[in-house]
């Protein structure tokens, strides 16, 4: 099954940054310096990463370590925290 916002941000900029099976975490588009980028919600990043086995803590370090840390060019998605 595909994934229109996937799909949207493929077509209007080839840099831009997809995290790797968090496609269900993806709420949306912005524009980046050079183009659409992704939006992810962090609350569903979490979420994914506590079914795939971390508890709350490790997911919260391991997203801050490895994919809010990582910067990939301006391309690099923008992440969405809705709750306190």
């Given at each position: 099954m595909t994934n229109p916002i996937v799909d949207y941000i493929i077509e209007n900029n080839s840099g831009a940054w997809l995290i790797d099976n968090m496609n269900e975490a993806l709420i949306g588009t912005s524009w980046g310096e050079n183009g659409v980028i992704a939006v992810y919600s962090y609350?569903?990043?979490?979420?994914?990463?506590?079914?795939?086995?971390?508890?709350?803590?490790?997911?919260?370090?391991?997203?801050?370590?490895n994919i809010e840390g990582a910067y990939m060019g301006p391309g690099n998605p923008i992440y969405v925290k809705t709750q306190h």
């Amino acid at each position: 099954m595909t994934n229109p916002i996937v799909d949207y941000i493929i077509e209007n900029n080839s840099g831009a940054w997809l995290i790797d099976n968090m496609n269900e975490a993806l709420i949306g588009t912005s524009w980046g310096e050079n183009g659409v980028i992704a939006v992810y919600s962090y609350e569903k990043i979490i979420l994914i990463l506590m079914r795939d086995g971390m508890d709350e803590v490790e997911a919260e370090e391991w997203f801050s370590y490895n994919i809010e840390g990582a910067y990939m060019g301006p391309g690099n998605p923008i992440y969405v925290k809705t709750q306190h």
